[in-house]
């Protein structure tokens, strides 16, 4: 039998497999396959629309072996290319396949510029094959992602999104969408992270086909921060050391229950406020910084959101990117508050969102006019006692989060109203109330009630309301006097702010003038701020009143001796006093009035010299770590320092998000409800420290026995049923059987 070895013009990947290793020994039989793939493809020609099994095989073996043989093959490529832009819709699915991995190979063997197999790609998006769209974005996105490997290739990217923005326009659903979710995916791989993405995709905000609408939209809406929450929540500095020297501060002083809290508070607000200046800014989602027309982008899609009759869900994703564009970018759409106005009802479909972009729209330079309807609508419909508890809670969050980013919004009438919800029976409005009120007290305690301001500390009581327009800007580090201090004193930060004071113990954390001052936790603060010299004012208010009492007493009573007339009758007697006492009275307040301007013009002062202390400090040293460190603990200190007699220092500004949680509005204080195994494991927990209930065995002996009685207890009752029967009062057919059988009985004894 003859064995016939030679089968490589049948067995392509043999013969694959051989050129590979010696390309110039089987050059003949690759010109052979060669020119069968020629004739093989005129065939083809005639009939696109079949599959043929034999231009499949030859396809994939000449993109195999192409690169050893580039100068025969050096049109093979555009070959297929010219084929798919002829026939592409026409071509049969696998076929078709199988041209476009063709290119892929030869892509990737570096005979195929990118440029012209990813435009033909994306023109391939538009075919009716959802298995092809689909290896043809995750091949475009792998290609994309390889060539800005090693660095950015600005001609290539450039050319694509050029194209890309002419396919965002196609009328053909499917390539568009398909577009909009390949230049997502590549920002968000950080392969084209530039502005040009952005501002393309901001295009496709406005696309008549919806779904590349709602994919622009939700490009730019991001990921939602509360899904995103931050696993580290531990820092990995140490904090104890910061902590000790405010623990030795105190150390010396008499230990008492309000110190005790005094240091817990001290601690955890010096340990929050580390760690939220250790971590860095984290915006949420950096597309909407990089919109080159934010004014722009904003307005018209308010525009559109009239013009167009979409669903309610494309609406809210409109109005949230709206909204987060005006707050970003503090731009100017005074319409976009009356539209929302109209949608702010209790019993609105995704009220609670639509109230998260009212708080998100709001920012420091929106006319407070603007915004007062609205907030009056809000109050009105939610703050109200007909509402149920959640309601009213998410209203007033609502209110807070509004008056965070535009505090001058709320009027002080309004605030008082809704301060006098703390004491509400319910713990979710009576916890949003006081949120509100600590809001108001570091922001603008002048608008609440003098007992909703609590103890004022050195902190607040240097707050300066800014009017509208009004920027806060510093020249200088706050807290810098302290070093000023240390460096004249040659103390500690724990006295370095004692010079002016009176107080007993002469540490920092002892912040009281009496242990009645202590007791009261709100009591009127506005009181504590007068200084000595008003003390010495008011002294003399007083003598000078009596002095004058007594000389008017006296001329009274001499020009009545003098002349020898009568007295005044009793009615002109209460118009002379009525005259004087209106005098007295007018001349007291335009005293207090004076007094008031003189304590204020030296409380400017005291903070002017402040500043320019911190100023100097800031000019004429480089502050280091350790400066930075004291710097932090004295306004920390600020924070729960009681105002007192001295200096006062301005509050550091906290910064917020820029987006508004929907958690934030929605935060309803209450008791959660246990379920059965944590009642019982509570219920158990109860009687650890108590007597066995139940009951008592009296025995003095334990092991002694019984009576019966106390065995019937343990007794099953059908063992003992017979005998309860007999202690129950019997029925009257009861006695009536008794009755019968005992007569029955008797009669047969006889």
């Not at 915004?371 to 703050?383: D, H, Q, R």
């Amino acid at each position: 039998m003859v064995r016939h070895n030679n089968q490589l013009p049948d067995n392509l990947p043999q013969l694959q497999n051989l050129i590979k290793r010696d390309p110039e020994s089987y050059k003949e039989e690759f010109s052979q396959q060669y020119n069968h793939y020629k004739s093989t493809l005129e065939v083809f020609r005639l009939t696109p629309d079949k599959f043929n099994k034999s231009l499949d095989e030859l396809l994939m073996f000449l993109a195999q072996v192409a690169h050893c043989y580039s100068d025969e093959l050096v049109t093979y490529p555009q070959e297929i290319v010219d084929i798919l832009k002829t026939h592409n819709t026409v071509l049969d699915n696998d076929m078709r396949m199988t041209f476009c991995k063709t290119l892929i190979l030869l892509r990737n063997k570096g005979l195929l510029e990118p440029t012209v197999l990813l435009s033909l790609f994306f023109e391939l998006l538009k075919c009716q094959d959802k298995a092809l769209r689909q290896f043809l974005q995750t091949h475009i996105i792998t290609d994309i992602k390889s060539i800005n490997s090693k660095q950015k290739n600005t001609r290539v990217n450039t050319n694509l999104q050029n194209f890309m923005f002419t396919m965002l326009k196609d009328t053909n659903a499917r390539a568009a969408k398909m577009s909009a979710d390949i230049m997502i995916e590549l920002y968000n791989k950080n392969v084209w992270n530039d502005s040009k993405t952005v501002n393309v995709l901001a295009t496709g905000c406005f696309s008549k086909i919806t779904k590349v609408m709602v994919a622009c939209l939700k490009f730019f809406l991001g990921t939602d921060p509360e899904d995103g929450k931050n696993s580290d929540d531990s820092d990995s500095e140490d904090d104890t050391p910061n902590v000790k020297d405010v623990l030795m501060a105190n150390k010396v002083n008499k230990k008492t229950k309000k110190r005790e809290k005094q240091l817990k508070k001290v601690k955890q607000l010096f340990v929050k406020s580390k760690k939220n200046k250790s971590k860095a800014p984290q915006f949420n989602f950096s597309a909407l910084h990089l919109v080159h027309d934010p004014q722009g982008l904003a307005e018209r899609l308010f525009k559109q959101l009239d013009k167009n009759n979409d669903r309610f869900e494309i609406k809210l994703m409109t109005l949230d990117v709206i909204s987060r564009l005006i707050g970003l970018h503090n731009l100017f759409l005074l319409n976009f508050y009356p539209y929302l106005q109209r949608f702010l009802q209790p019993h609105q479909r995704e009220v609670t969102k639509l109230l998260q972009f009212v708080a998100q729209s709001s920012h420091e330079l929106v006319p407070p006019e603007v915004l007062e309807p609205l907030l009056k609508t809000l109050v009105n419909n939610f703050v109200t006692e007909r509402n149920s508890a959640d309601v009213m809670a998410i209203g007033l969050n609502a209110v807070r989060e509004i008056c965070v980013r535009c505090p001058l919004v709320m009027n002080e009438d309004l605030l008082r109203d809704l301060a006098q919800y703390k004491n509400y029976r319910e713990r979710s409005v009576m916890m949003a109330a006081r949120s509100l009120i600590s809001l108001f007290r570091q922001t603008m305690p002048e608008l609440l009630h003098k007992k909703d301001r609590g103890r004022p500390t050195e902190a607040t009581v240097a707050i300066e309301s800014l009017k509208y327009g009004e920027v806060a800007a510093k020249d200088y580090v706050p807290g810098a006097d302290v070093l000023l201090d240390e460096q004249k004193g040659g103390g500690s930060d724990s006295d370095s702010d004692d010079d002016d004071d009176d107080d007993e113990d002469g540490k920092w954390i002892d912040v009281n003038h009496s242990d009645e001052e202590g007791e009261d936790e709100e009591g009127d603060g506005d009181d504590e701020e007068e200084d000595g010299s008003g003390d010495e004012d008011d002294e003399e208010i007083e003598s000078d009143d009596d002095d004058d009492d007594g000389d008017d007493e006296k001329d009274d009573e001499e020009g009545g001796d003098d002349n020898g007339e009568k007295k005044p009758t009793g009615k002109a007697v209460r118009k002379i006093l009525k005259a004087k006492k209106r005098t007295k009275l007018d001349r007291k307040r335009d005293k207090m009035e004076r007094l008031a301007r003189m304590k204020k013009t030296k409380k400017v002062e005291l903070t002017a010299e402040r500043k320019a202390q911190a100023a100097q400090i800031s000019v004429d040293r480089l502050l280091t770590d350790e400066d930075f460190k004291r710097i932090d603990t004295a306004l920390v200190k600020q924070q729960v320092t009681h105002a007192k007699r001295g200096v006062k220092r301005p509050l550091q500004e906290e910064t917020r998000g820029e987006l508004v949680k929907l958690g934030d509005i929605e935060n309803i204080f209450k008791k959660r409800k246990h379920d059965k195994n944590a009642r019982l494991d509570s219920v158990k927990k109860g009687r650890d420290d108590r007597e066995k209930f139940g009951y008592k065995d009296g025995r003095q002996n334990p092991l002694c026995s019984k009576t019966n009685r106390e065995k019937k207890k343990t007794k099953a009752f059908q063992m003992i049923k017979h005998k309860i029967k007999s202690k129950t009062k019997r029925s009257f057919k009861d006695k009536q059987i008794a009755l019968r059988n005992h007569l029955i009985k008797q009669k047969r004894m006889k």
